[in-house]
């Protein structure tokens, strides 16, 4: 039997560029000629520290490699947010500190070898951005500094996962995390009866969906899940109908959406409207089949509390009809929604326009905030911080086991066609 030729090895990607420290000038941002844009003396709120654990800051220099897949095709945009987003941080609080942009694409092994050098010259080291880049430098032996990675491992979180390395600190920004707490808010502001999980067959919908759910559970509530079709992204009209079905015969105390803006205005519009059970598109109409029955008063549906994730939000400059949206709760990074944050306010926004710039301006607030986590741990490399941050309020234990992270999201509700926080 001839045994199959091995497949010849990827060429080798370029070699990094040199190692150069530098400031950026970022497009719309003050400058130190011109700080006119700025609150006089305006300032982030301060790092807020255990008593016990407090001490002077070390005045001695800290070095920085920030470690991004800027030579990616598929994730060169986000890791530019990034870096943008950092490197506003560091202008604002750059005293002793210099910051080395170390390039990469987006072969794990690469991005492997690009930190094992990033050891060498820096003190901390900030990325790698992609999940399977998080995943490599967490199994491998080499995370003897202090690293703050910018996403999960796939699975962190999950039951029998393996734990993360003490010196290693994932600050990514998670979408399964808000569904979670989603479910904790949820259940504070509805104590009784269950809820009711709306998704597609969208993968990272169902990621979302399982997450409230789970959570959910945890609180000893009953929740289902109904699985939507979504033939080219508009909700099916005869499953609409089967759902307001449903819901007369069994109407749960809220309803989550693990679904994006677009398909959550579908089903408010849906929610609110008489829907009969003769839909108007016989193409896809299969609602000869069910019983006639009196329709139910359109307040009953239209009134349901929806919660859902930042998902919901896309953002000011999307043009997108928000009206529709008007009373749905959700979570959304302060960066987002409220504008008159003190920290906020202090950093120049990023002047990304378009489709998805509402994740670009996300991955650009998780630089602003992965610089300040990593400005305080190299001034305290142990013990435990809170940051009132632009991405939520932080929690961070660095330095003494394993490291542990909490990120808390802001709430917001739909009023006038915008996300306003609620409880701010």
């Known amino acids: 039997m001839v045994q199959p030729k091995p497949l010849p090895k990827p060429p080798p990607e370029p070699a990094l560029p040199p190692a150069e420290t530098f400031a950026v000038t970022l497009s719309g941002a003050t400058t130190d000629e011109d700080r006119s844009q700025l ?32 030579r990616s095709t598929t994730l060169g945009s986000a890791a ?6 950092f490197m506003a941080g560091w202008e604002r609080d750059r005293d002793n500190i210099t910051v080395t942009v170390l390039e990469t694409g987006d072969v794990p092994q690469d991005i492997l070898a690009a930190y094992a050098r990033a050891l060498q010259s820096e003190d901390i080291v900030v990325g790698p951005l992609s999940r399977p880049a998080v995943a490599t430098i967490a199994a491998s032996a080499l995370v003897s500094k202090p690293t703050i990675a910018l996403n999960y491992p796939e699975g962190y979180g999950q039951p029998g996962a393996a734990p993360l390395p003490p010196q290693l600190l994932a600050i990514g920004l998670s979408i399964e995390e808000e569904a979670r707490q989603a479910a904790n808010w949820a259940a504070s502001e509805q ?10 067959s969208s993968a990272w919908q169902r990621r979302v969906a399982a997450a409230f759910a789970g959570q ?3 609180t000893g509530r009953a929740v289902r899940t109904i699985e939507l079709s979504a033939p080219d992204g508009y909700l099916s009209d005869p499953e609409l109908v089967q759902l307001r079905a449903q819901l007369r015969q ?3 105390a809220l309803l989550f959406s693990a679904m994006g803006a677009d398909q959550t205005r579908q089903l408010r519009i849906a929610l609110g409207s008489v829907l009969t059970s003769e839909p108007t598109n016989p193409i896809f109409s299969t609602a000869d ?3 006639q029955q009196a329709p139910a008063p359109t307040e009953q549906f239209s009134n349901l509390p929806i919660y859902g994730t930042s998902a919901l939000n896309p953002g000011r400059d999307s043009g997108f009809p928000t009206q529709d949206l008007s009373g749905v709760r959700l979570l ?6 409220q504008r008159d944050h003190p920290a906020v306010m202090v950093y120049p926004r990023s002047t990304v326009n378009g489709p998805g710039s509402a994740d670009m301006a996300r991955l650009y607030a998780l630089g602003i905030d992965a610089f300040r986590v990593a400005r305080e741990i190299g001034r305290h490399p142990v013990g435990r911080f809170q940051l009132d941050g632009v991405t939520g309020k932080l929690s961070v234990d660095f330095g003494q086991g394993p490291a542990r992270f909490e990120r808390v999201e802001q709430s917001a509700v739909y009023q006038n066609g915008a996300p306003q926080p609620l409880n701010p």
């Open 216 to 218: 959910w559970q945890r």
């Open 332 to 337: 959304d990074l302060p960066w987002q929604v």
């Open 39 to 70: 609150p006089p003396r305006a300032e982030p709120p301060p790092v807020t520290r255990a008593v016990d654990e407090a001490a002077q800051p070390s005045t001695s220099p800290i070095r920085i490699g920030l470690l991004l897949p800027l």
């Open 289 to 291: 089949a069910l019983p």
């Open 80 to 85: 530019d947010a990034v870096r943008a987003g």
């Open 250 to 252: 069994q109407l749960p």
């Open 191 to 200: 104590p009784e009866g269950g809820a009711l999980v709306l998704t597609t």
